[in-house]
Nanobody, 123 residues
Framework: QVQVVESGGGLVQAGGSLRLSCAAS????????MGWFRQAPGKEREFVSG????????YYADSVKGRFIISRDNGKSMVYLQMNNLEPEDTAVYYC????????????????WGQGTQVTVSS
């Protein structure tokens, strides 16, 4: 099993940047795909980005392509989400997630979740 804890959220003006971090623990970390989801008030949780266990495959939602970058450091058991050119529509609670298979976009298919970190983008 694996435990994940995300951090790095905050308040930023439109056009600014934030970097989210996710610390993972567990002996099988390198075998897990890692992903980021977000949930805005009154809306369902949606896929943002994911990276396969090898780090070779990266995936992004259309809404964040060209703005967000996902990366992972297996030696440190960390995954990051660099968020650039933030927009008010990016405001949400961001969650780090893990699963034993490849990256998928359906939230219910992911097994392990962090507690969430709030990202607020002002206009």
């Amino acid at each position: 099993q694996v435990q994940v804890v995300e951090s790095g959220g905050g308040l930023v003006q439109a056009g600014g940047s934030l970097r989210l971090s996710c610390a993972a623990s567990g002996r099988t970390f390198t075998s897990y795909a890692m992903g980021w989801f977000r949930q805005a008030p009154g809306k369902e949780r949606e896929f943002v980005s994911g990276v396969n266990w090898s780090g070779g495959g990266k995936y992004y939602a259309d809404s964040v392509k060209g703005r967000f970058i996902i990366s992972r450091d297996n030696g440190k058991s960390m995954v990051y989400l660099q968020m650039n050119n933030l927009e008010p529509e990016d405001t949400a609670v961001y969650y780090c997630a893990a699963r034993t298979m490849n990256v998928v976009t359906t939230a219910q298919s992911w097994t392990y979740w962090g507690q969430g970190t709030q990202v607020t983008v002002s206009s």
